[in-house]
């Protein structure tokens, strides 16, 4: 997973969001990016909020660890993961595809 890459602010995790599915869910890996399946609409910012709770809740990882970092209006998104190595995130999207 090269495409996920460690800054000095912490791990940019770049995302394929899908809003408006049938279920919040990791659907895999889309070209060089996670796709993530959202329930929520892409209105008001509530797709990013509903990718920053979900990731939270299946990564482990606090929500006050994540943010958009790029594409706050788009599909393509950066999340920024703090407190976190790359090597770790790694580990844990694969515990989570698996």
Avoid: C, Y
């Amino acid at each position: 997973m090269d495409w996920i890459r460690e800054t000095s602010k912490g791990v940019l995790l770049p995302v394929r969001a899908v809003p408006r599915a049938s279920k919040n869910e990791i659907q895999g890996i889309h070209g060089d990016a996670l796709k993530v399946r959202l329930q929520a609409p892409p209105v008001e910012g509530k797709a990013n909020q509903a990718l920053i709770r979900f990731l939270s809740d299946a990564l482990d990882i606090p929500r006050s660890q994540l943010s958009i970092a790029a594409g706050e209006t788009g599909r393509n998104k950066a999340v920024l993961i703090t407190g976190i190595t790359k090597a770790e995130l790694v580990s844990l999207l694969k515990h989570k595809m698996s």
